[in-house]
């Protein structure tokens, strides 16, 4: 019998070995025909941005002093880091990056950035070079509304790179492609909401205004969304308040195309806030064609004087967000929080949400994230009455946890009879959404040369950011650090002082679509209104303790 000789044997056994490249597989569950996603083909020859998000350290000790900072009861309240000790705390080792760098090379990539903070990396590759350092292929997906993008279901990545890589990005998501435009309504029939009914609504006094120097705002805007110095004097005019021009634009602004989003955030933060330092935020382009959060939060964390409190009027379907994306951005939430920052999210206006299956409901993101502050509707039927707004997004995240510091105000809700919609359909266990909430209807903006009315909770997150930088002037005027992170105080307060919100007790978010039921208001918190609108009056007493 003929028989292989040992030495060839070995040989080919150490071949075997030193060319296998052991790799592990990532497929995000994301079920893109569920959003209206059908594959094709395989996709064409293009170029495209993937991103790496680089393994950082020491999240869990980044964890444990965010929550200390944040926390009114804990020693540590408000005793923020800097960005530069933040960077420096989590910085992912040097060995992690030559890792990565030794990776992309092997595969012939040799462009590509390493941004400042060091824990991303970005590069702009081919279709082939995606394929090769992946292990993967790519398909043309086409969607109902004629959108086409080429996308990978699954990738995998080598063995000994796992614990240096948090996600890599660019190209396997499909956005859900919902409408995400505001639109104009006609003439209100009940009340039209002001800057003058709102201060009224929130025992704002109409002598308030931001004083500090070193107090700041800021509204992003992504999906080239503009707004024109010109409506927004004439805004300012229209409302009676004094002139004020945006203290700093960062990014592009097309001021000769307007949108109604950017030039509805932009002025009544300003109208809330008023003469205090407000920057327009304006990030290009897309992240897998939806909003470029990362983006943002990464270019304001590199600022060593970005501003304050920052309004974000945009989001998308939580599932329709890979998890690991996801969980990184909130660690990028966490560092902007422990640096004293502010950030609020509308809530979103699809009431409870619906699947296309019509069998749970669907939250958003980032409003579902637990290191943000979300802000949800209400609707003033008249000066005497004002309910919780039906497309006030709110319910229960399927990715985060509830939040400790809102565990005692959603028990209740939860334990409440009779309230409650079907349980299959929400995640009791899940974070609870909105956190607080403003007007949402009837809301008075000028756009394009002529007042007009708009509705969302597009409308609740600027002012009710306008509140917090009302709030942080009133301690920077007595020496003490700005609010940071809000959610703590925010469910501290109203737990010990029941006249810090006006409670909105009535109304329903049912989504309208196919699933069954809705939320309804009641007292205390609920997946409407959340803890209800500020007193601020009272709640600036609070504040300043």
Known sequence: ???????????????????????VKYAPAIDHEKIGWMKEESAPLMRFEIIIGVRQRN????????????????????KFMSMEEVNKLVAPDSKTIELIQEWLRSHNIFSYEILPSGDFIRSVVSIHEASSLLSTSFDLYSHTSGKKFARAEKYTIPKHLE????????????PNMRNKQMNNQEAPQDVTITPDVIRKFFSIDSSIVATQANNSQSVAQFLQQYYSPS????????????????????????????????????????????????????????????EPFLQWITNMSSLSSAPLVHSVSYGDVESSIDRDYASRVD???????????????????????????????????????????????????SSQIV????????GFSNYNAQGAYQSSAVDKYLSEPGVLPPSSFYNSAGRGI????????????????????VAGTS??????SGVVTLLNDARIAKGLSPMGFLNPFLYQTQAAHNDAFIDIIEGTNASGGCCSGGFNATYGWDPITGLGAPNFANLVKYAVL
């Open 1 to 23: 019998t003929n028989k292989t000789p040992v030495w060839i044997s070995v040989i080919v056994w150490f071949v075997l070995v030193i060319t296998c490249e052991c790799r």
């Open 387 to 394: 309910i919780g707004d039906s497309i006030s997004s709110g």
């Open 231 to 290: 409506d927004l004097t004439s805004f300012q005019k229209l409302v009676g308040q004094k002139q004020q021009a945006v203290s700093k634009v960062y990014g592009p602004n097309d001021e000769k195309n307007p949108g109604i989003e950017a030039s509805l955030d932009i002025e009544y933060i300003m109208a809330i806030a008023r003469q205090a330092q407000t920057w327009f935020v304006s990030t290009a382009g897309t992240h897998e064609q939806q």
């Open 331 to 381: 660690s990028e939430f966490m560092k902007y929080g422990l640096v004293g920052r502010s950030i609020l999210f509308a809530s979103g206006d699809d009431g409870t949400g619906c699947n296309d299956k019509c069998t749970a409901y669907e939250p958003n993101w980032p409003a579902s994230s637990l290191y943000v502050t979300s802000v949800g509707g209400i609707y003033m039927v």
């Open 163 to 174: 614990e240096h890589i948090d996600f890599i990005g660019g190209f396997t998501h499909l």
């Open 59 to 78: 999240i869990a000790l980044l964890s444990e002093k965010f929550w200390e900072v944040s926390d009114p009861s804990h020693p540590n309240y408000g």
């Open 434 to 453: 909105p956190d607080v909430s403003s007007f949402s209807e009837n809301v008075e903006i000028f756009f394009q040369g002529t007042s007009t009315y």
């Open 459 to 464: 409308c609740a997150a600027p002012v009710f």
